[in-house]
């Protein structure tokens, strides 16, 4: 039995896979995002039931933090406060009895898109998920690509000693496009934007983020995910990209994801196969 995870900001989804492709029992339960102890415990008590007696052969699994070198344990996050600087990787493995494979959870969605999704087929993959912040991954084929510091595309600048972003920088294409900035700078949630005015202008700054994403990364295919693009036009973003991105004359396609709240689940049992 192969197990894998999905740990956001406010749930977890858990899963078991008997062949290691397919997904087999999901379960989904709230994050004690301030409280480690409380966390592993309830992934372990899932897993344990989930697995109802039979031997857990590996582990692989995403969380919405920032890891070292090793991935191993968690340096920062904006979502889980109470995982950082624990020994996440140690207490799981000796939990679960099994090695555990983690990465960032945004890496994680993408590799599954990238695998089993909307980038089936493509050799590179730039995945962007345009939610309450941006995140991203660049996949080649079929590996998330190697870094350094990991990637985040959403902390490019695309307005000179433009509004605060909350990482401290300014200018930053999530504080333009991200719904917590749409809520901030419209005064009202992202999904309850009607004005068509406001949403082009965020869709032009979209295309802004996603021609410099572009010209770095040279994809074949840009997938774009997250809550905010159920507002936003594919139709109009490929328009304005167009007129920004003169370089490239057959731009890559820009494709929505596929796999919604599971690409994370897919991602791990992608890693998996890997390791
Ligand atoms: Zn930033």
């Not at 959403?154 to 401290?168: E, N, P, R």
Request: net charge negative.
């Amino acid at each position: 039995m192969y197990l894998v995870f999905d740990i956001g900001g406010t749930n977890m989804r858990i899963a078991t896979s008997s062949d290691g492709k397919t997904l087999k029992e999901t379960r989904i339960v709230p994050t004690p995002a301030d409280d480690f102890e409380q966390g592993i415990k309830l992934l372990t008590q899932t897993a344990n039931e989930l697995c109802a007696g039979e031997k857990i052969e590996a582990v692989s699994g995403g969380i919405a933090v920032v890891f070292n070198k090793d991935k191993s344990i968690a340096t920062h996050t904006s979502h889980l406060h109470g995982w950082v600087n624990k020994p996440l990787k140690e207490t799981l493995q000796s939990n679960l009895n099994s090695p555990v494979h983690l990465e960032n959870d945004t890496a994680m969605a993408g590799l599954g898109e990238a695998t089993s999704g909307a980038g089936i087929g493509k050799s590179i993959v730039a995945y962007l998920t345009i939610s309450t912040g941006i995140g991203g991954v660049r996949v080649v084929d079929q590996k998330i690509d190697k870094n350094s510091l990991g990637f985040e595309p959403g902390h490019q600048i695309i307005v000179i000693d433009g509004v605060l972003c909350h990482c401290g920088g300014k200018g930053h294409f999530e504080a333009y496009v991200g719904g917590y900035y749409l809520g901030r700078d419209y005064h009202q949630k992202g999904q309850d934007i009607t004005d068509q005015a406001i949403w082009d202008k965020v869709t032009k700054y979209l295309a802004i983020g996603l021609n410099n994403t572009i010209v770095h990364w040279s994809p074949d295919v840009v997938i774009l995910g997250g809550a905010v693009m159920k507002s936003i036009s594919l139709d109009k973003v490929k328009s304005y990209l167009k007129d920004v991105l003169t370089i490239f004359p057959n731009p890559p396609d820009i494709v929505p994801a596929k796999l919604g709240d599971l690409a994370g689940l897919y991602g791990a049992l992608q890693l998996l196969s890997q390791n």
